[in-house]
């Protein structure tokens, strides 16, 4: 199964096998890897599922739609590498993606 590297503000490594299909935000959550919160489920509604993404991996994450560009606008951190990891789904090309945890949400 691919697997994900988060990466939390104490550089504290979680490895995390993912399915395919499977969003890195639900991938977090049911690892208890902390720091990711999801509120909205999923739904790019919430900004509560921000990452950075590792630069060498930006370019196979995809880009953001509208609606996620919108919400990474309001982050209180934004990165160029920032992403809502609830709209970034596993696939075999992403297997070892990393991503760093911001120490916050809020
Ligand atoms: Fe709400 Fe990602 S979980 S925007």
Same mark, same amino acid.
């Given at each position: 199964?691919?697997?994900? *590297?988060?990466?939390?503000?104490?550089? +504290?490594?979680?490895?995390?096998?993912?399915? +395919?299909?499977?969003?890195?935000?639900? !991938?977090?959550?049911? +690892?208890?890897?902390?720091?990711? /919160?999801?509120?909205?489920?999923?739904?790019? !509604?919430?900004?509560?599922?921000? *990452?950075?993404?590792?630069?060498?991996?930006?370019?196979? !994450?995809?880009?953001?739609?509208?609606?996620?560009?919108?919400? /990474?606008?309001?982050?209180?951190?934004?990165?160029?590498?920032?992403? /809502?990891?609830?709209?970034?789904?596993?696939?075999?090309?992403?297997?070892?993606?990393?991503?760093? /945890?911001?120490?916050?949400?809020?």
């Amino acid at each position: 199964m691919p697997k994900v *590297v988060y990466i939390d503000h104490q550089d +504290n490594e979680y490895v995390v096998e993912v399915e +395919n299909g499977e969003s890195l935000m639900q !991938a977090a959550l049911d +690892n208890d890897v902390p720091s990711i /919160l999801g509120d909205c489920g999923g739904a790019c !509604a919430c900004a509560t599922c921000h *990452v950075y993404v590792d630069p060498s991996w930006m370019e196979k !994450a995809g880009e953001p739609s509208e609606t996620e560009t919108e919400m /990474l606008d309001g982050l209180i951190d934004p990165q160029p590498t920032s992403r /809502l990891c609830c709209q970034i789904f596993m696939s075999d090309e992403l297997d070892g993606i990393t991503v760093r /945890l911001p120490e916050s949400q809020f």
